[in-house]
Nanobody, 127 residues
Framework: QVQLVESGGGLVQAGDSLRLSCAFSVRTFSGYTMAWFRQAPQAPGTEREFVAGIGWKGANIEYTDSVKSRFTISRDNAKKMVYLQMNSLESEETGVYYC?????????????????WGQGTQVTVSS
């Protein structure tokens, strides 16, 4: 059974840092592209926003423009873990952060292309 479990969310002040973790229960972690998405609180029911993605080899990495130079996505294939280091957080980045997985090296910025999702972890950034 494939399962993703996020952790590391919390309440922080603007300018603070958080590190999100995602544990992926799967027989073979390699072969999956991983990504982090965000669901803003004022937009429930809308498509989740792509934040960052990483290919299964760890070399193909992409970020949404607003987080470049502040966020870092990484993965540890041996531990079947994906991380999102978030620095200099802004209040607009409050929301539920989801870890997602799709088969294959080619990643996508569309949530509809990811077949596996975690339950999400809340990140609240106070201004």
């Amino acid at each position: 059974q494939v399962q993703l479990v996020e952790s590391g969310g919390g309440l922080v002040q603007a300018g603070d840092s958080l590190r999100l973790s995602c544990a992926f229960s799967v027989r073979t972690f390699s072969g999956y592209t991983m990504a982090w998405f965000r669901q803003a609180p004022q937009a429930p029911g809308t498509e989740r926003e792509f934040v960052a993605g990483i290919g299964w080899k760890g070399a193909n990495i992409e970020y949404t423009d607003s987080v470049k130079s502040r966020f870092t996505i990484s993965r540890d294939n041996a531990k079947k873990m994906v991380y999102l280091q978030m620095n200099s957080l802004e209040s607009e980045e409050t929301g539920v952060y989801y870890c997602a997985a799709k088969v294959g090296e080619s990643y996508s910025r569309s949530a509809y292309d990811y077949g596996y999702w975690g339950q999400g972890t809340q990140v609240t950034v106070s201004s």
